[in-house]
């Protein structure tokens, strides 16, 4: 049994093979992936009404910036953790304390982000 079963996860990443290899360690740690979604508009509906413990959102769909989803999550109370290829550079402030995963990452690099946004939401 690992520290994360039945942790219920959306993904929210627009290259489907990044999507696939997110699921996959996230299987491996014991998460369940309730949802995964590729655009915002989508993403939004989903942050929206889904029931989540988690979401790794990438910052970069198809163009479009994944922070109105953080904005919903956040709103709903719900812990989450950006994946990036680009940095922290240009993320508003209001997102500056929360965790960043840096692409291209390994399963323990997830792991250790994972263990720092669920963290970060008990103290808040």
């Known amino acids: 049994m690992s520290e994360f079963s039945g942790i219920k996860v959306l993904v929210v990443e627009d290259e489907g093979l990044i999507a696939m290899m997110i699921e996959d360690m996230l299987l491996e740690l014991g ?3 309730v949802a ?4 915002l508009n989508e993403a939004r509906r989903v ?3 889904v029931q989540i ?3 790794v959102l990438d910052v970069n769909l198809g163009g479009e910036r994944s922070f ?3 904005r919903i999550l956040r709103e709903r109370n719900l812990p ?4 990036t290829g680009y940095g922290a550079d240009g ?3 209001e997102f500056s304390e929360y965790a960043v995963l840096n692409k291209p990452f390994s399963a323990e690099a997830l792991k250790q982000t994972i263990v720092l946004a669920l963290a ?5």
């Open 120 to 124: 970060a939401s008990h103290r808040t």
């Open 47 to 49: 942050a929206a009404t």
């Open 68 to 70: 109105p989803i953080a």
């Open 53 to 55: 413990d988690l979401a």
């Open 31 to 33: 998460c369940q992936v």
């Open 91 to 93: 993320f508003p402030s």
């Open 36 to 39: 995964s979604v590729a655009e």
């Open 80 to 83: 989450f953790l950006f994946s």
